[in-house]
């Protein structure tokens, strides 16, 4: 079975710059996630969908930061414009149900200059 | 909302001895606590979790124990070997249906 894809694996940007992230989800799990994981810290999560619909982005940075997940599978996360604080491995995960394992993928591995 | 407190944050232990690490929550809702283990560079994978149901699970070498009333749960690891040296990461969800909140981690290293 094929897990959680996530690119691109690494990103160098200079601050104000824009930059975007994928995940595929494990076919069949209608819940994603993005989750912040800076160093030294646990993961932080920004946005759960159920399906193609926002359950929960009470910690998105709204004015820098969108994801959308169109039909229900792939999301892409965005940020725009870039902070220093940025610098963060941005998780995405999928689960079969809500308090269920989460599947991580390999995580996207940004650093803001 | 949810507060995870994890501790320690770092602990070392020699190969063969036992680890133990306690969370707190502070969501009398919450009713389902996993363990994570992150090894470096790589993605946190699920390790052992417990329903507020039980107290007690085990799988071989790793034991999870849950005390509902105090709002706490610990991860236990006997017989520690080298390859255990990760970060371990525990979690609720606030509410009971809601994305789990995690502990900031605790760095497990297992000297030879």
Redesign the interface.
Known sequence: EAGVAQSPRYKIIEKRQSVAFWCNPISGHATL?WYQQIL??????LI?FQNNGV??DSQLPKDRFSAERLKGVDSTLKIQPAKLEDSAVY?CASSLV?????F????SRLTVL | GENVE?HPSTLSVQEGDSAVIKCTYSDSAS??F?W?KQELG?????II?IRSNVGEKKDQRIAVTLNKTAKHFSLHITETQPEDSAVY?C?A?PG??????????TRLSVIA
Do not use: S, W
Not at chain 1, 98 to 102: P, Q, S
Not at chain 1, 104 to 107: A, D, I
Not at chain 2, 96 to 105: D, S
């Open positions: 996630y030294g810290q646990g993961p932080k999560l759960q359950v929960d998780l809500i308090t269920g394992e989460l991580f993928g390999e995580g | 994890q009713n389902y996993p994570y790589k993605r946190p994978q699920l979790d990461f979690a969800p009971g249906n809601t994305p789990l909140v995690f502990g900031k981690g």
